[in-house]
């Protein structure tokens, strides 16, 4: 299932994985001129490397579906809140984005925004999950910092509710990661999807960010892919205990 704000990969299923993946796509639909050099489409600024193909990839195994946003984080970015003149950013990581300024700010919510959260929350009530996996990469360093290097594989985030944090740190640095603990973000600061879905209702989830280097290839999305399946479901067990 497609809609210009998501994409639906799998069948949610009652009790399954649900993974959530908002910064996924770099598209911008052709009514859409942010007026940026084409190149940095590809880059972080624009989409989160590797988290599509994780994605897809974890969603083609039982009991899992994955949400993907269906636009550029540069177009609208759903893990705002709503409110936040950064939902249509006119700068990011120090690049202007000049097509965003005095646009129709309420037109662009209605047609991204809101049906991107309405689905999630469809998708919650309807068939509830046992663990809400949310995903996103980040990358190696920032381009504003280039001498500052991040040395974690992943991060995991959380604001009040740390229970699948700390479930699944132990099971990440079993297989040799390095893991971040409210690193490179965190999820007390970049919170508006968890407050919004799970934490407001109880539902157990996992907030991670994957380094994007690891994730770039076809071959460390399987890896990752085949990871978190495996950690995810014992995260659910162990939150359900």
């Known amino acids: 299932m497609t809609h210009e704000a998501w994409r639906m ?40 490397i590797g988290v599509a193909g994780v994605a897809e ?10 949400l993907l946003g269906n636009v550029s984080r540069l177009v609208c970015d759903t893990n705002r809140r709503e409110d936040d003149p950064a939902v249509i950013p006119e700068k990011s990581d120090g690049q202007a984005i000049p097509g965003n300024r005095g646009i129709d700010r309420e037109d662009r919510l209605t047609r991204i925004y809101r049906p991107f959260h309405a689905r999630i929350t469809q998708l919650l009530e309807e068939a509830p999950p046992s663990l809400v996996l949310i995903l996103h990469s980040y990358t190696p360093c920032l381009s504003s910092a ?20 700390r479930a699944a740190m132990p099971l990440l640095e079993a297989d040799g990661l390095v893991v971040g603990d409210q690193l490179p973000y965190s999820g007390k600061v970049y919170n508006a999807a968890i407050e919004r879905h799970v934490e407001n209702e109880g539902r157990p989830y996992l907030y991670l960010e994957i380094r994007q280097d690891l994730i770039s290839t076809p071959t ?22």
């Open 57 to 66: 990839m974890m969603a083609g195994r039982d009991g899992t579906a994955a």
């Open 146 to 165: 280039p001498d500052d290097p991040r040395p974690w594989h992943c991060g995991v985030l959380y604001d009040r509710d740390e229970r699948g944090a």
């Open 9 to 48: 990969v799998g069948n949610p299923r009652f009790g399954g994985i649900l993974v959530i993946a908002d910064h996924a796509s770099n598209r911008v639909p052709d009514d859409i001129d942010l007026g940026i050099d084409p190149a940095l489409m590809d880059q972080h600024i624009a989409v989160d």
């Open 220 to 241: 460390g999305q399987a890896e990752w892919a085949e990871r978190l399946h495996r950690i995810c479901n014992k995260v659910a067990l162990e939150i359900a205990e």
